[in-house]
């Protein structure tokens, strides 16, 4: 069987310690919550339509994942909604905190990595596309952003997905960097 991912070359960023407790520090130095947000919940939407997908998300990893943006199908649809929360077996984002670069699978069922995780049965997810957000100034993963849809793409549309997930991404990084009670200081490698 054939893995239908993409993915973007690996990022030259040090590797930071992996802890939840970091990456909650992180977040809460960038003054962002593990709360619902309107203007996240926007993005996420935005993102679903843009990437012609039912399910979108801006999802912050601690301990468990939570979804600070989420866009689920409209009301009175057949599809599932997914909770603002997921535990870390579930789903693919946590493991972009260790991979550091996006990740586009266009048919989870060709790759035997993700195919058995829970959310494709619980689901029905066929097709994810997502990306880590890295903070530029501590190099910490301490999110993604993705699309997941029930339906696979066809193999030919994972370099578009992957540019769209990477594009998406870096708008919402400056978002942070603009609104950040921080005063802003560009990594140096």
Known sequence: MTDHS????ADNWPLPATSPVLRLRRLRELGLQLAPSGT?????SRLATDA?????????????????????????????????????????????????????LTDVYASPRF??????D???IRSYAGAPLIDDQTGI??????VVDITPRPEHTGQATLN??????????????????????????
């Open 141 to 146: 993963a301490f999110g993604t952003i993705c």
């Open 115 to 120: 195919a058995g995780n829970p959310v494709v």
């Open 164 to 189: 769209l997930i990477k594009e998406r991404r870096d708008e919402l990084l400056e978002f942070f960097r603009q609104h950040s009670p921080l005063p802003h200081q560009q990594h140096q490698p």
């Open 6 to 9: 993409v993915s973007e070359s």
């Open 40 to 44: 996240l919940d926007a993005f996420a």
């Open 122 to 124: 619980q689901i029905g």
């Open 52 to 104: 012609d997908a039912p399910y979108a998300m801006v999802n912050f990893i601690g301990d468990r994942q939570f979804f600070a943006g989420l866009h689920n199908p409209p009301d009175g649809s057949d599809l599932p909604r997914v909770a603002r929360t997921m535990t870390l077996d579930q789903g693919y984002c946590p493991s972009l905190m260790t991979r550091r670069k996006a990740l586009v």
